[in-house]
């Protein structure tokens, strides 16, 4: 009989045996579930390449208990453990195990993984994208991350990084000036801080948005980690934006994870002669990636069919606008010259309204797409024309 | 007796000292020496003090005459002491009772005739012997008023050296009537009224939300648009100044000596238009020996306007972004630093271009270089501290017709500026801010962030690049303004759509 605490708990323990991804013991967790893959583990009844990856630390303390010191530390921090047996395990995560190959035995996906933050995972990971890049970002790096982490989580896009400094850093911080979710995929404990600096970052992620990590609280990082996380982000998201990278780097390396997972491949280009656009420009190259200059690209690669289109140009208006207008701006709207503009003054002195009430009402037509300023004034856009097309004949009822 | 003291302020900047004025009188050739690093119109007492005893029918002690104004590091300028200095003298030769001196601070500069001349400076000079204990001050007569507004003070107003002579000794002197009052005319004088603009309601709109916020205002428009009409106005929509900014105002306006006589409080906001060739210390302050207030401290808790602002020096224009930052000036010279305050509210006015034609940027004939170049004489950090630059447009016949009526007064503004400044205050009381200009973006965008409905029509902006993050806190620091003269509780979306037009199209 397996319970499911014990279940997790022999989850926990064999992630702490063996460093994540294990393709061997992902697969023999697969086969024989983690209780009996750890009871077979720390009998030495495996191949011995897994036992001399575990075997170091099958001689230090009990995993098992060390397994429940883990889980209680995460508790006291209000984190959570998310494994394959919960609703929340996002089965994106699954195809991980079809591109493992046995030159790369740390690709599997994980045996569980740690979560701070307020959203369920699953749901989380059916509309996101990794947003990820160098550490030594330029300006102009910085800038296009976080325009593309406002963009992304504006339109209800997660944002998933590696809360490195550089592009890390920028499209998380993006996504939350946009009051959106983002989750921060970190190579070390979900309660340690690296980078330093970002110890107000990723509090302010663990509060809004999700904090996730495969090593149990306190790990620290280690170089060879960053690499065996980044496959985590690359499954996660729904596709991955290189912003900027140098020629051999580990975004590049979360792309071609995801090239290899069938996802969307995105690259942002830069000045050809930019040290930190080389990677992007690699990845069209060789992997055919897509180039994006703005979130609502990004969107229009990754989300349903048009999605993307709609996100930009055509404010979203629903079909009973007119009904929605007030009074006053459904007078306003009226006024508003067809195709030669006019400046404020005018359009109210047509109206028959005070300017200030243009001035007040103006920006919200702006924003429903049917007004636009040019430089001689405003006048209706062109989708706008289409629509009013009719008014003579039809004078809009509620106009007073 | 050889030997009296007596007591006068000296001023650095607005901050008054307790000076001594001890005067020693000693055997040896006739003469007079002033120790105490007095400047040469100190060191002019010598002889006008003389004068004034003489040509008063005192005899002038024909002895070795030692004067020393302490502490005697700090250096004393200007003519005030001279009646302290007689005082003294007068006191030591046994003249006078020198008891009669004690707790009595002498301000005043005599006339060769034994008249006794107002000098600047008066009120803060009797702030700062109140301050230091000194409740009881001898003043010129025409300084009398003004010395009267410390509460708290008796003052005795006198003309000349023989009535002085008269109060030390207890005697009823004399009296020479005091000059003709004009109290209480200067405050009413008629300010232009809002109402004379006409044709401009947006220019009209940006006065009053400036007005309500205590927001900087640049107008960029032709010639004839109405730039320098809406400036001089501003002041008229500020609301009175309180009893600590009236003082506070008078104290500078007396140091630099442009008090109306007769009716000394400054209860209005003040008004100040320097031309654009004034120099650096015309503005800012500064002068050797005492710095004197320049006209942003003469502006103080009222409005600075610089018409034809990319004509000023860009040198000049740069010295006005500290202070405006800090509120007060601070001039540092070897002998000390003078600080004046200088919370003003900036007011600048420009043409788009050097051609400035009336028709407007149509009729244009400046390159667009020249054009660039021209508004690119006023920096970015001080255009970065105005919330309010509108382009405003000329005024068409049919909008001077159409405007006739319906226009409100100054007055009627005037009340709503009141509310709104009041409701600012109370909402950012517990912050130390005190108008909406003071609040920093970050608290806007933070703990004050506006619902994402209501600022949408400004975050369309951000999204287009049509503003930028700087112009992005600048809208909603208006928005604030307009929401508190429509009594709102925080702006609504309409609140936000107006405050997107108090802004330069472009360049903001």
Redesign the interface.
């Known amino acids: 009989m397996t319970g499911p605490d014990e279940t997790r708990l022999a989850r926990v323990a064999l992630a702490r045996l063996v460093e994540p991804g294990h393709r061997e013991l992902g697969a023999l967790v697969r086969a024989s579930g983690p209780v009996e893959a750890l009871d077979r583990v720390r009998a030495g009844a495996v191949s011995a390449g897994l036992h001399a990856a575990a075997r170091t630390r099958i001689e230090g303390a009990d995993p098992i208990e060390q397994a429940a010191d883990d889980l209680a530390r995460c508790d006291r921090l209000g984190g959570r453990l998310i494994t394959p047996e919960d609703e929340e395990w996002p089965s994106t995560l699954e195809a991980l195990a079809d591109i493992s190959t046995t030159d790369e035995p740390h690709v599997y996906p994980p045996l569980c993984l740690w979560a701070r933050g307020p959203h369920r995972l699953a749901t989380v990971a059916e509309r996101a994208v990794a947003v990820v890049g160098a550490r030594a970002a330029t300006t102009y790096g910085g800038h296009v991350a976080s325009e593309l982490g406002y963009g992304l989580a504006d339109r209800g896009w997660a944002v998933l990084s590696g809360g490195a400094y550089g592009i890390d850093g920028a499209a998380h911080r993006g996504a939350l000036s946009a009051d959106g979710v983002t989750v921060a995929v970190l190579a070390c404990g979900v309660d340690t801080a690296y980078p330093v600096g970002h110890a107000n970052l990723f509090e302010r992620i663990a509060e809004e948005g999700l904090v996730l990590s495969e090593w149990p609280p306190g790990a620290t990082p280690q170089r060879h980690r960053f690499l065996v996380r980044n496959r985590v982000i690359a499954a996660l998201g729904g596709g991955t934006v290189v912003v900027e990278a140098a020629s051999r780097s580990g975004a590049r390396m979360t792309a071609r994870r995801a090239h290899e997972l069938g996802r969307v491949v995105m690259a942002v280009p830069g000045p050809i002669t930019s040290a930190m656009s080389v990677g992007p420009h690699e990845l069209v190259r060789d992997f055919g990636a897509r180039l994006v200059v703005s979130s609502a690209q990004v969107i229009e690669e990754v989300g349903a069919l048009g999605e993307g289109i709609d996100a930009e140009d055509v404010p979203v208006r629903s079909q009973s606008w007119r009904d929605e207008l007030e009074p006053r701006a459904a007078r306003i709207l009226d006024a508003v010259p067809m195709r030669r503009a006019k400046p404020v003054e005018r359009i109210a002195a047509d109206a028959g309204l005070p300017a200030r009430d243009v001035r007040r009402t103006l920006p919200t037509l702006m924003l429903l797409g049917l007004v636009e300023e040019v430089v001689s004034g405003y006048r209706l856009t062109a989708s706008a024309r289409v629509e009013l097309s009719t008014r003579e004949a039809a004078p809009v009822p509620e106009l007073r | 007796m050889s030997f009296a003291r007596a007591a006068s302020v000296a001023l650095v900047g607005v901050d008054g000292h307790l000076v001594e004025v001890e005067a020693h009188l000693a055997q040896g050739l006739p003469g007079l020496v002033i120790t105490g690093l007095p400047d040469p119109s100190v060191a002019e007492a010598r002889d006008r003090v003389r004068a004034a005893v003489l040509n008063s029918g005192e005899t002038w002690p024909a002895r070795r005459i030692t004067v020393g104004l302490g502490p005697a590091s700090l250096p004393k300028h200007g003519s005030g002491f001279d009646l302290a200095v007689a005082a003294a003298i007068l006191a030591a030769a046994g003249v006078a009772p020198p008891s009669a001196l004690a707790g009595v601070a002498l301000l005043g500069e005599l006339g060769l005739d034994g008249r006794i001349r107002p000098i600047r400076g008066v009120l803060p000079a009797v702030l700062a012997a109140l301050r230091e204990g000194v409740a009881r001050v001898v003043v010129p007569a025409a300084n009398a008023a003004e010395a009267r507004l410390v509460p708290g003070v008796q003052v005795t107003g006198v003309a000349t050296l023989r009535e002085l002579l008269a109060f030390v000794r207890g005697e009823s002197a004399p009296r020479v009537p005091d000059p003709p009052s004009t109290a209480r005319s200067v405050t009413e004088v008629a300010r232009p009224d809002l109402a004379d603009v006409i044709g401009q ?2 220019g009209r ?1 940006a006065v009053e939300v400036a007005a309500a916020g205590g927001h900087h205002l640049a107008l960029f428009g032709p010639p004839g648009a109405g730039k320098t009409m809406l400036a001089e106005r501003l002041p008229g929509v500020l609301p009175p100044l309180d009893v600590d900014a009236a003082l506070e105002v008078t104290a500078v306006h007396s140091v630099a000596g442009v008090l109306p006589a007769g009716s000394p409080l400054v209860e209005r906001a003040p008004y100040q238009a320097p031309h654009h060739t004034a120099s650096i210390a015309a503005l800012v302050g500064g002068g050797s020996g005492l710095p004197r207030p320049g006209a942003l401290s003469l502006a103080n808790r009222g409005v600075l306007f610089l018409d034809e602002a990319p004509e000023f020096p860009t040198r000049v224009l740069d010295a006005l972004r500290q202070p405006l930052e800090r509120g007060e000036v601070v001039i540092a010279r070897s002998g000390g630093v003078a600080r004046y305050p200088a919370r003003v509210q900036l007011v600048l006015a420009a043409n788009p271009c050097p051609c400035a034609s009336a028709a407007g940027d149509v009729a244009c004939t400046c390159s667009s270089v020249t054009r660039r170049r021209y508004l690119g004489r006023i920096s970015g950090p001080l255009l970065d501290r105005i919330d309010i630059q509108l382009d405003l ?1 000329p005024v068409t016949a ?2 001077l017709l ?1 405007e006739a009526f319906d226009v409100e007064d100054s007055a009627a503004v005037a009340r709503r500026v009141v509310e709104a400044r009041a409701a600012a205050a109370k909402r950012w009381r517990a912050n130390g801010w005190r108008t909406n200009a003071e609040v920093p973006g970050g608290a806007l965008r933070g703990p004050w962030r506006l619902p ?1 409905r209501v600022r ?2 400004v975050d ?1 902006l951000v ?1 287009r690049g049509q503003l930028s993050a700087r112009g992005y806190d600048r809208v909603l620091r208006l928005a604030w303004s307009i929401a508190d003269l429509a009594g709102h509780d925080s702006p609504s ?6 405050a ?2 108090l802004r330069t ?1 472009g360049a903001a």
Do not use: C, G, I
């Open positions: 309601e947006l709109s447009l049919s909008a159409r994402k949408a029509s369309q999204d979306t309409s609140d936000v759509n107006e997107t037009f199209r």
